[in-house]
């Protein structure tokens, strides 16, 4: 790391700057200088820093007010501070508002590197255990039925390399989980894992956000800003609800993908980008390209491995697990006692088809933990009040409608009433078919439409 690490360095004096950025670069590293505090704080907005060494005493803003608005803008990189006018109430100070080290002037080369390799090497297994922990809590998929071993199984074999993949699944399967432990799993692990959700950003913001804009490229650009391909280079970028992305910008993400470089919007020069983009979405990208309304272009360069992540009403066997999961984690984030669910209250969290899928039911453990405080375990009187009433099929009545966009909830309400009818009718599709007022063929095609697999269906029931 610290061959490749970029410093900052901040002096009035114009000698020490140009020595210690020398002896930086003699030594592997990276280095920008800054005269004073202002200009020093107006770098650190436009990209990160790996360390930066800062004198304390100089003209107007002096480095403990550095450090304070470092701490004040959420910087975490280390900050190792110099002086030539040392006091140990000025080096506590440093410390308490968090410099990783504090030097005396006149520096000697070989400390100040030793103290600079030290830093850097703190900072990474600082990083590193936040991920770790991250990995261990929040970021783990939980499964047990064959099809997520297999599906496990395709992610191991993705993640090995530089495929794309296009993860494919309805709201709240986890699209973003897998994409995280593919990057995880990946070479690229090290480097950041930066997300971007296409469907809440407007369009006319989307190229900003993704390729970044230079100060007073529009209304409203104060300053130069980063976007996402840059944040991501060297690791991943997750572009979630991809079929979202309109087509305009389709067009432009195409060229990133081929050429490898960014422009930033109101830019006059390709910047070199070095990012696995792995993409999501809910939609039938094949139905939207033979429609118009994806790139057949784009479409090719993306969907090169795509993964289905099946929706939690096709892996009911699996509530059990993840119900403990959940119950486990949200209680150790809340302080309060672990508890278990009665096997009464799991089979009734098991008759619901859950819309929300996985999200779902993370949000209804949460709710039950809350009405059930004080008592030993979540009862099936608890888990029946706080669902939507259901029919015997195990579909909420008047209450599939889920959340989100009308299309969505539309969706979400023709899967639960299929499926159950499906059901009704011991999967016959005649008969289906006619109870719903259907032809045969116009049934088949809304069951591929919404992601309906009668396989899974069946061998769910059986």
Known sequence: MSAKAHLLIIDDDQNTLASLAR??????????????????????????????LSDVVMPGKDGLALLE???????????V????????????????????????????????????????RLARLE??????????????????SRA?????????????????????????????????TIHEKSPRHAGPFVTLNCAAVPAELIESELFGHEKGAFTGAAGRRVGKFEQADGGTLFLDEIGDMPLAMQAKLLRVL?????????????????VRVLAATHRDLERMVREGAFRQDLFHRIYVFPLRL???????????????????????????????????????????SWPGNVRELRNAVERLLLVSSGEEEVAAEQVRAALP???????????SLGFGPLAARVESYERAAIEAELRRQNFHITNTAKALGLERSHLYKKCQQLGIHLDALRRQES
């Open 23 to 52: 002896a930086f670069r003699l030594a592997g590293y990276e280095a920008t200088v800054a005269d004073n505090v202002s200009r020093a704080l107006s770098l650190v907005a436009e990209r990160r820093f790996d360390l930066i």
């Open 69 to 79: 608005e470092l701490r004040a803008l959420g910087i975490a990189s280390p900050v």
């Open 81 to 120: 501070m110099i002086s030539g006018q040392a006091t140990v109430e000025m080096a506590v100070r440093a410390t308490r508002l968090g410099a990783a080290d504090f030097l005396e002037k006149p520096l000697s080369t070989e400390k100040l590197l030793v103290t600079v390799e030290n830093a850097l």
């Open 127 to 144: 990083h590193e255990n936040r991920q770790l922990r991250e990995r261990l809590g929040r970021h783990q998929i939980v499964w047990s």
């Open 148 to 180: 997520m071993a297999q599906l496990i199984e395709q992610i191991d074999r993705v993640a090995a390399g530089e495929t794309r993949v296009t993860i494919l699944g309805e709201s709240g399967t986890g699209k973003e989980l897998v994409a995280r």
């Open 258 to 274: 081929e050429e490898g470089e960014i422009e930033r919007v109101g830019g006059d020069r390709p910047i070199p980008v070095d």
């Open 310 to 352: 099946p929706p939690l009403r096709e892996r009911r066997d699996e509530i059990p697990a993840l119900v403990a999961h959940f119950a486990r984690q949200v209680a150790e984030q809340n302080g309060w006692k672990p508890r278990s669910f009665s096997p009464a209250a799991i089979a009734e969290l098991q008759r619901y």
């Open 389 to 399: 009433a259901l029919d015997d099929a195990g579909v909420a009545v008047g209450a």
